[in-house]
Each structure stands twice: as structure tokens, then as C-alpha cells.
């Protein structure tokens, strides 16, 4: 929210919506906080389905809670993290 109220030149209380402010939080949960480019390839995830899922169904809050939410528990560390982790053992 605040980040945005930056860019329109204004503070609106629509601007303080959860999932607005909670899309930072979803980024960097699925990229994952141990690498530098962890939070961006989670925010880039995190953009392509959200896309994705909102063409495909009209229930797109479920089904992008349900995707986050194996992701999270999935990859623990993240994403990032995981490939990461999967490069150092070859």
C-alpha cells in the first residue's frame, strides 16, 4: 500500500486492502528469503499465476490460496532456495 501511494501521488484507503499489501508477503514466501533474487522470482511467480489462474477459473482467490499454499509448504525456503539447493549437490 504504501509503496503504491508512491507511484499515484496519494495516500487512499483503498490502497490499505490485505491482498494488496499481502502480495509482497506471497513473493517473497514463494521465492524465499536465502538468495538475493529470491523475492523477485517469487514476485514473478506470483504475477504469472495470478494470471494464469484468473483466465482459467472464476474462483481465482481459491484456487491462487490453494497454489500458494502447496508452494509454501512444498518448498519450505522457497523456490529460489530449492533450485539453489538442488545446484550445490551436482
Known sequence: ???TSLFVSGAYPELADWPLSGQ????I?????GAFLG??????ILLALNDVVTRA??????????????F?????RGVTDA???LARRR
Open 39 to 44: 523475492p523477485l522470482t517469487g514476485a514473478l
Open 72 to 76: 509454501a509448504l512444498g518448498f519450505r
Open 57 to 70: 477459473t472464476e474462483y481465482y482467490g481459491l484456487a491462487l490460496g490453494l497454489i500458494i499454499l502447496v
Open 29 to 33: 514466501m514463494l521465492g524465499g528469503i
Open 24 to 27: 509482497a508477503i506471497f513473493a
Open 83 to 85: 533450485v539453489l539447493g
Open 1 to 3: 500500500g504504501m509503496v
